[in-house]
């Protein structure tokens, strides 16, 4: 149900269908690639659900609902060879392929503080859509940002050409454990100050500095801020200041855990936490031994920084042999979205069948004919219904009884097909949109003229009562 939520909101940002007011944090977002051929998600076919898994069969005696057995899950510091060893013991029949695929669950969500000590999200203002943005991200790809503030804004800031900003992934502990860890990686974008919004940030937090404005008012014609370089080919011989600078999604910020991102890039990392393996990364194994410190980040040695680590792409394959590089699959997602969700859907169903190689129930279909359209008003809930075949029964006209709304009847729009309450002439007689049949079933009421059954406040089942 989450992916296919999500399915749906991307497909309604993808077409810049306005979600942002008066639908509540479910539809919050931005979508980076709106306009964009390919930005719709098509989910080919429908997920097989199976029952019957009887894994857990002794329970808590004083929370019944608790089972005994415990459970194993990988370490979220673990690299890519280690994630790798996991799967192979405790989900034998999932390949490499599989894996990069089943990661993309992080493209909706965020990590929890609390509970991970890991901050911030997956996707900047991506947690409510899915699609392949998670990889695109993962790789690399120049990638628009999204100022936090104010929420309800999708405003696409770039560098000073106006063109689609660099990005960089840096190593970062804030030595939280007693370990100095956990590590986490964190992204960031080589842009401008958010100089479109100066006007609506004023009094909030995130708020543009004095020096951030002179960024944006004292620049040369045709740019969005002061540029660093003489020109939109030329490299920024100094990534952390000046008015184009790498900056972090403050409030916002993009992160990956190790046992991700280890899959992408090669690193290692100690029994004790420690990140290792790359350029970038020496001063993890000097200051996260300490006790002083409060945050590391990559710096190559001599450096001020931060920095990107120098970290080669993950060449393991799995299973060995296979002929696919780990890195090969995470670019593959991050260029054809299709191939992802196809991939995604097949070790989702996998995940959920291991252990049982005799096989499990297949559950009904709960995809063919199903309908969930987006409700019209905001804290309404989602109908989903299976449409039914009108019945034989003759047409009927649901007219209100309301003195200042007489002939009015409730009917349905033929071009977008919402039922509203509307006139109808019923001395000529009432149009096909404004009769409706009973179904086969008897339980919802069919259009003549959509075919389709009324939904109204999140119902599309009926039964008629008689009141005296």
């Not at 608790?66 to 989900?91: C, L, V, W």
């Not at 790359?278 to 194994?285: A, K, Q, W």
């Not at 409730?410 to 109808?424: L, R, S, Y």
């Not at 002439?425 to 919802?444: K, L, Y």
Request: glycine share 10%; with cysteine.
């Amino acid at each position: 149900m989450a992916v296919e939520f999500g399915v749906l909101v991307n497909n309604l940002k993808c077409e810049e269908v306005d979600l942002t007011e008066g639908r509540g944090t479910s539809y919050y977002g931005c979508a980076h690639h709106a306009g964009d051929p390919g930005c719709k998600v098509n989910i080919e076919r429908p997920f097989q659900f199976h029952t019957g898994r009887s894994d857990c069969t002794e329970h808590d005696a004083e929370f019944p609902y608790k089972a005994t057995k415990e459970e194993k899950h990988p370490s979220a510091q673990d690299a890519g060879r280690k994630t790798i060893e996991y799967f192979q013991t405790e989900f034998p029949d999932l390949t490499g392929r599989d894996i990069v695929a089943l990661m993309g669950a992080h493209t909706m969500g965020q990590p929890h503080i609390d509970i991970s000590q890991i901050p911030y999200q997956w996707t900047s203002k991506g947690g409510r859509m899915f699609n392949n943005d998670y990889y695109r991200n993962i790789v690399g790809e120049d990638r628009w940002f999204f100022k936090a503030e104010p929420h309800n804004q999708c405003e696409k800031i770039g560098n000073a050409f106006g063109e689609k900003p660099k990005a960089q992934w840096l190593a970062h502990t804030r030595m939280t454990s007693v370990n100095g860890g956990p590590v986490f990686w964190i992204h960031r974008n080589h842009v401008c100050p958010a100089c479109q919004l100066e006007e609506a940030l004023e009094g909030m937090p995130l708020a543009l500095m004095d020096w951030e404005k002179d960024c944006c008012h004292n620049k040369p014609e045709g740019t969005f801020c002061r540029p660093d370089r003489e020109s939109a080919d030329m490299e920024d011989d100094d990534l952390n200041t000046g008015c184009e600078r790498m900056r972090f999604i403050s409030g916002a910020d993009e992160i990956a855990i190790n046992a991700e991102m280890g899959l992408y890039k090669q690193f290692e990392v100690d029994d004790d936490g420690v990140i290792y393996g790359c350029r970038g990364l020496e001063i993890f194994n000097t200051t996260m031994r300490g006790t002083k410190a409060r945050t590391v980040w990559s710096v190559p040695p001599g450096e001020y920084g931060p920095y990107e680590p120098e970290c080669e792409k993950q060449t393991i394959q799995h299973p060995a042999g296979s002929g696919e590089p780990l890195y090969t699959i995470f670019e593959e997602f991050a260029s054809n979205q299709q191939n992802f969700v196809r991939d995604f859907i097949i070790a989702l169903e996998k995940m959920s069948a291991n252990g049982y190689p005799e096989g499990l129930t297949l559950a009904p279909d709960h995809w063919t004919d199903v309908s969930c359209p987006l409700p019209a008003e905001r804290d309404t809930p989602f109908t989903c219904y299976k449409a039914e075949a009108a019945g034989s029964g003759e047409p009927i006209i649901i007219q209100t009884n309301w003195e200042h709304a007489e002939g009015f009847v409730i009917q349905q729009d033929p071009e977008t097909g919402n039922p509203f309450m509307g006139p109808a002439d019923m001395a000529a007689g009432p149009t096909p949109h404004q009769q409706w049949v009973w179904s086969e079933s008897g339980t919802q009421l069919i259009n003549l003229g959509t075919g389709t059954p009324l939904l109204l406040d999140g119902y599309s089942s009926w039964t008629i009562e008689t009141f005296e």
